[in-house]
């Protein structure tokens, strides 16, 4: 049996989520005859630019580059999960949404002209297809096992589409 490559992707967000499957140590150990974790960065200094099995997608899109990366993994990827509230509603720092960004840029960094950013803070599916979402905050370590092994076995993931609040 091929072993699946997979690749974990961080784009804006705490590392909650990441630090979820970094916390499933054991559980890796056994699936680590099914998949090569080709791409982890919080986790290896591997870099590996594709094509994936499946890419595991924290934090949501607020740069330009941004959105040109997640397009980038997209196209690379077979099967692409988003995991976490920032990844699939835009996280705490979509508050801007509704606000005046340059007024939260002013307000907080000292020199504001050296920041590059959207408006908007939006989930990685206004930008590119998902196949899979898992929410919460952080999300369920328990039910990532359970896509990961569904995704090694061809099969849907038996976890709830909704949010799940931890805590
Ligand atoms: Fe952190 Fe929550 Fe975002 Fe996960 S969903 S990266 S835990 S803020």
Same mark, same amino acid.
């Not at 840029?105 to 297809?129: C, N, Q, W």
């Given at each position: 049996? *091929?072993?699946?490559?997979?690749?974990?992707?961080?784009?804006?967000?705490?590392?909650?989520?990441?630090?979820? %499957?970094?916390?499933?140590?054991?559980? @890796?150990?056994?699936?680590?005859?099914?998949? /090569?974790?080709?791409?982890? %960065?919080? $986790?290896?200094?591997?870099?590996? =630019?594709? =094509?994936?099995?499946?890419? @595991?997608?924290?934090?949501?899109?607020?740069?330009?580059?941004?959105?040109?990366?997640?397009?980038?993994?997209?196209?690379?990827?077979?099967?692409?999960?988003?995991?976490?509230?920032? $990844?699939?509603?835009?996280?705490?720092?979509?508050?801007? *949404?509704?606000?005046?960004?340059?007024?939260?840029?002013?307000?907080?960094?000292?020199? =504001?002209?050296?920041?590059?950013?959207?408006?908007?803070?939006? #989930?990685? $599916?206004?930008?590119?297809?998902?196949?899979?979402?898992? +929410?919460?905050? #952080?999300?369920? +370590?328990?039910?990532?096992?359970?896509?990961?092994?569904?995704?090694? $076995?061809? +099969?849907? =993931?038996?976890? #709830? +589409?909704?949010?799940?609040?931890? /805590?």
């Amino acid at each position: 049996m *091929n072993k699946k490559r997979l690749g974990v992707f961080k784009f804006a967000s705490c590392d909650g989520c990441q630090l979820s %499957l970094l916390s499933c140590e054991d559980e @890796l150990i056994e699936l680590a005859g099914m998949i /090569e974790i080709v791409h982890f %960065l919080e $986790a290896s200094s591997r870099v590996d =630019p594709g =094509p994936f099995d499946v890419a @595991l997608i924290e934090g949501s899109i607020t740069t330009e580059k941004d959105a040109q990366r997640i397009r980038e993994i997209r196209h690379q990827s077979k099967t692409l999960v988003t995991i976490g509230a920032c $990844a699939t509603a835009g996280g705490i720092q979509a508050l801007r *949404n509704w606000a005046d960004h340059e007024e939260f840029i002013a307000s907080v960094y000292a020199h =504001p002209e050296y920041i590059e950013t959207l408006s908007t803070s939006t #989930p990685i $599916a206004d930008h590119v297809a998902v196949d899979f979402e898992l +929410r919460g905050c #952080p999300i369920d +370590r328990h039910q990532l096992l359970e896509v990961l092994a569904a995704l090694i $076995a061809d +099969r849907s =993931p038996r976890t #709830p +589409r909704h949010s799940v609040c931890i /805590e």
